[in-house]
């Protein structure tokens, strides 16, 4: 891969709305990726491999709980800084951001939010530091747009739960020493379960043969009759609003992450158009090529304003659920076709690893689907704005 010579664009002048903070915390991660994730991220998505070194620098820059408090390991930060690290990490690469969302939203947010005290201490340092990475199990092999249908259950057994059922889908879980894990109680109630490696009869068997965040690894969640203890359950908050209120956080920093990727593409293909020479002129003076990057950098400086105030609500905690899903359905097709219409700039060029587009564009067809398939969200905005629930 060619060397990382990333120009971040700001057209409107977005800088002037963070504070000297977010400026710190956002070029902190800026410069680690191009430091540690640009030289190694296309032989590793290439073999499918993730790249286990890249988590001591992830925990540091923050990306492990940004917004968790300090006195459980976390960065303590705003949800803005929380944005702008998992942009960068996505600048990057989506997979390595998809190993930050899931270590910082959906593991840690729900023990920091649901769990009791002594949980979080057990847990959420060790999480922050990343000497233990987790996984979150919600999607099943015939429930994934309807979680509510989840079949995946325990019982109580006097001293302990005795959990049953599979998941499927599962970032990080080839190698998570910690799961939280949605299931069913005996009154078809929905709680979230800590469940741990070296459980008997829990296993994690790793998915192959993806063609889009080869640098994540994916698995499956298998629990056979899995005796987990009863301190395990997280007491504080149940129902599938539990479990989809952690998916809030990790969509917004989604919202975030999808503008890093489009960055990425725009930043290449306005580069690369006015240096490859076609017919004695730079393609970049061509008006085909030109409306290509005019529209580019327009939509990535709507969806930047749109993030950032969605960024201001959230620290006001009024952001939505409505509104998160339309920040990351926007910013997610936003990103899609900017990597689609930057690989036809560069040629062919465009589909060889030596630069970054084919792997954005790839690893976007995920993003457009988890946390929320792009048709999902859409019914969600549908349903606010209508009153009207096209689910039932
Ligand atoms: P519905 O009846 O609407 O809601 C059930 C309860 O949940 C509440 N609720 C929410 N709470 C917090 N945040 C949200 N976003 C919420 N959405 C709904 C709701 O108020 C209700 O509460 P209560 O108290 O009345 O019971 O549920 P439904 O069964 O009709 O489903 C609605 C639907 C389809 C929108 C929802 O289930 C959904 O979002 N489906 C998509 C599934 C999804 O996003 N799965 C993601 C799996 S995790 C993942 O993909 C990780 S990828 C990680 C990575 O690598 O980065
Ligand atoms: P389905 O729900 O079967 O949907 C198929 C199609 O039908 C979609 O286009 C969808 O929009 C459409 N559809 C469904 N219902 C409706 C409707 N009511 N109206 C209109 N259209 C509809 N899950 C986790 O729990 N944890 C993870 O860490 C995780 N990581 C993932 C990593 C990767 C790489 C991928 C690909 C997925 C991951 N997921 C994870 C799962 C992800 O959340 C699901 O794939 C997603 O929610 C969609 O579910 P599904 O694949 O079962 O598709």
Redo the contacts with the bound molecule.
């Keep these: 891969m060619r060397p990382d010579l990333f120009e971040a664009p700001d057209y409107y002048n977005l800088d002037a709305l963070l504070t000297d903070e977010h400026k710190l915390v956002r070029d902190a991660a800026r410069q680690w990726v191009k430091r540690e994730v640009s030289p190694i991220i296309e032989e590793y998505s290439q073999k499918a491999k993730f790249p286990k070194q890249l988590i001591k620098g992830l925990s540091e820059i923050g990306a492990f709980g940004s917004y968790i408090p300090l006195e459980y390991g976390g960065a303590g930060l705003d949800q803005i800084s929380y944005g702008l690290i998992m942009q960068e990490i996505e600048r990057g690469d989506s997979?390595i951001r998809?190993t930050a969302s899931?270590q910082s939203s959906?593991v840690m947010y729900p023990i920091w939010k649901y769990g009791n005290d002594t949980q979080r201490k057990k847990y959420l340092p060790k999480l922050a530091s990343g000497e233990w990475m987790g996984?979150?199990?919600?999607?099943?092999?015939?429930?994934?747009?309807?979680?509510s249908g989840m079949v995946t259950n325990f019982k109580d057994k006097g001293d302990h739960y005795l959990l049953n059922g599979a998941?499927?889908?599962?970032?990080?879980?080839p190698f998570a020493q910690v799961a939280v894990v949605?299931a069913k109680d005996e009154n078809e109630r929905v709680y979230g379960l800590i469940v741990e490696r070296g459980m008997e009869g829990f296993t994690t068997p790793e998915?192959h043969n993806?063609w889009?965040?080869r640098a994540?690894a994916?698995g499956e969640l298998i629990f056979d009759n899995v005796k987990v203890p009863k301190a395990n359950l997280l007491p504080n908050k149940s129902g599938l609003g539990a479990a989809l209120g952690c998916l809030d956080s990790a969509r917004f920093g989604i919202a975030w992450g999808a503008i890093g990727a489009a960055m990425d593409c725009y930043d290449t293909a306005l580069r690369y158009s006015k240096e490859r020479m076609q017919f004695g002129k730079p393609i970049a003076q061509f008006q085909l090529q030109q409306k290509k990057l005019a529209e580019m950098i327009t939509e990535i400086t709507k969806a930047q304003l749109l993030t950032w105030r969605l960024g201001v609500l959230k620290n006001e905690e009024k952001a939505t659920s409505a509104q998160i899903s339309m920040a990351k359905r926007n910013n997610v097709e936003m990103a899609i076709n900017i990597a689609r219409e930057a690989r036809q700039i560069l040629g062919g060029m465009g589909i060889s690893g030596e630069y970054s587009i084919m792997r954005h564009a790839m690893n976007l067809e995920?993003v457009i689907?988890?946390?929320?398939?792009?048709?999902?969200h859409l019914?969600i905005t549908g349903l606010d704005i209508t009153g009207l629930n096209?689910?039932k």
Excluded: Q, R
């Design positions: 997979g998809s899931v959906l996984c979150f199990g919600l999607t099943e092999p015939d429930h994934g747009s309807n979680p998941k499927m889908w599962i970032s990080n879980a949605w998915t993806k889009s965040l994540s994916t995920s689907t988890y946390e929320g398939t792009h048709d999902i019914l096209a689910f």
